[in-house]
C-alpha cells in the first residue's frame, strides 16, 4: 500500500515538474539551429536526436538542418554509409549549402559521379559559397573528370577571383600566382604580389584570432606543440615564417580530411598511375594520369594547384626536395600536369617569397 502511494506521487511530481513540453517549438527550434551551427563535431548533433521524440523531431526540422555547420557535417570516412548520405541530402533539401559543398566533393572525388558532384558544387557556387568556387575553380585548372583539353584556365581565374572577393585564402593565393605567371589571364606581377601578400596578411590575421578564441590550456598546450615542431623542424613556423610570427597553420575544412582518409585508408581506390596532392591538408586525388603538376626538382611531390603547391613549400618540401637527378634516370618528366615545365616550382616559391 504505501509503494503504491509512493509511485503515485512520484507521477504526479514527474507530471508537474516536466516544463519541457510547455516551451513553444518555435523557441525551441530556435536553440537548436544555435546548436547545430555551433556543433563542434556530429555527435554533439545526434546527442540531440537520441535525447528524446520531441527533440527527434525538432532537430530534423528543415531550420535546424538548414543551419548545421560544416563540424556537424563531418563524416568521418570509415562511418561513410547510406544513412550519412541520406542525411546530407535532407540537409540539402533544407537549404544547406555547406552540406551540399561536402557531398559534392565527396560525389565528385570519391563517389565518381561527377556530374551529380560538380552539379552540387555548382549549386552551393551560385549561393557565393567561397570553397566550393575555389574548388570548381581547381576543377576547371586541371580538366579534372575530362581529358586534359577540357582544361579552362579563364573560367578557373574567374571563379578564384569571386572566392577571393569573398575571403578565401587559398583562391586568394591561387589567383596571385596566376596574375604573376600570367595563367589564364593577363600577367599583372605587381598585383600578383600585392594579392599574395594580402593572403599571407589574412592567413595571419585568421591564425591569431582562432588563437585567441581558444580556451588557455588549449593555447598553452598549441604553443607547446608549436615549439616542439620548431625545435626539431628548425624553421620556426611553418606558415607564415616570413612575418616572424609563431602561429598556427589554418584549420583544415572537413571535407578535406574526408578525402584524405577514404584514400589513405583503402576505402577508396586510387586508379592506377593516379596520385593524391601532397599538400596534407588537400585530399584532392588526380583523375586522370598526370593531371597535378610534379615538383621539377625532386620529382616525389604533386600538386593540383599553385595555392597548395606554396603552402607545402613552406610547410615541408623545403626540407625534403632533394636534386632532379634520381626520378629522371626513371623517366619521369617535369611537365606532369601540363602546368609548365622543369623549373616552374622554383619559380612560383620563389616569386612568394620575393612578394613577401
Not at 589571364?185 to 594579392?195: N, S, T
Not at 628548425?234 to 602561429?247: E, R
Not at 597535378?292 to 623545403?318: E, I
Amino acid at each position: 500500500m504505501l509503494q503504491r502511494k509512493k509511485q503515485r506521487i512520484s507521477r504526479k511530481f514527474t507530471d508537474k515538474s516536466d516544463l519541457f513540453d510547455g516551451l513553444p517549438e518555435d523557441l525551441v527550434i530556435s536553440i537548436l539551429s544555435k546548436l547545430a551551427s555551433s556543433a563542434s563535431s556530429p555527435s554533439d548533433f545526434i546527442n540531440i536526436l537520441v535525447t528524446c521524440k520531441r527533440l527527434n523531431r525538432l532537430a530534423l526540422h528543415p531550420l535546424v538542418l538548414s543551419k548545421a555547420g560544416s563540424k556537424a557535417l563531418a563524416v568521418k570516412a570509415r562511418n561513410w554509409c547510406d544513412s550519412a548520405h541520406h542525411f546530407l541530402k535532407h540537409c540539402i533539401n533544407a537549404g544547406n549549402v555547406e552540406a551540399c559543398y561536402s557531398l559534392g566533393m565527396i560525389q565528385f572525388y570519391c563517389l565518381q559521379n561527377r556530374g551529380s558532384g560538380a552539379s552540387l558544387l555548382a549549386k552551393a557556387a551560385i549561393k557565393s559559397h567561397a570553397p566550393a568556387l575555389y574548388s570548381l575553380g581547381v576543377i576547371q585548372f586541371n580538366g579534372s573528370g575530362g581529358s586534359k583539353n577540357d582544361k579552362d584556365l579563364r573560367a578557373g581565374v574567374a571563379l578564384c577571383a569571386r572566392a577571393a572577393f569573398l575571403g578565401h585564402v587559398d583562391a586568394l593565393r591561387e589567383l596571385g600566382h596566376c596574375l604573376q605567371d600570367g595563367y589564364g589571364v593577363r600577367q599583372h606581377i605587381a598585383e600578383g604580389r600585392r594579392l599574395l601578400i594580402q593572403a599571407n596578411a589574412r592567413e595571419l590575421a585568421s591564425s591569431l584570432n582562432a588563437l585567441v578564441k581558444r580556451k588557455p590550456q588549449q593555447q598553452h598546450q598549441r604553443r607547446l606543440n608549436y615549439q616542439h615542431y620548431s625545435f626539431k623542424a628548425g624553421s620556426g613556423c611553418p606558415l607564415l615564417s616570413d612575418f616572424g610570427c609563431n602561429v598556427p597553420a589554418p584549420e583544415v575544412h572537413p571535407v578535406n580530411v574526408f578525402l584524405k582518409e577514404w584514400f589513405e585508408s583503402g576505402r577508396g581506390a586510387l586508379g592506377q598511375g593516379l596520385r593524391l596532392c601532397s599538400h596534407k591538408g588537400c585530399g584532392r586525388p588526380e583523375t586522370r594520369a598526370h593531371e597535378f603538376r610534379r615538383c621539377s626538382v625532386c620529382g616525389t611531390v604533386n600538386y593540383c594547384s599553385r595555392g597548395c603547391q606554396a603552402l607545402d613549400w613552406k610547410l615541408r618540401h623545403k626540407a625534403e626536395c632533394g636534386p632532379i637527378e634520381r626520378w629522371l634516370e626513371e623517366g619521369g618528366n617535369g611537365d606532369d600536369g601540363g602546368h609548365g615545365g622543369v623549373g616552374e616550382m622554383e619559380e612560383v616559391v620563389e616569386a612568394e617569397h620575393f612578394a613577401i
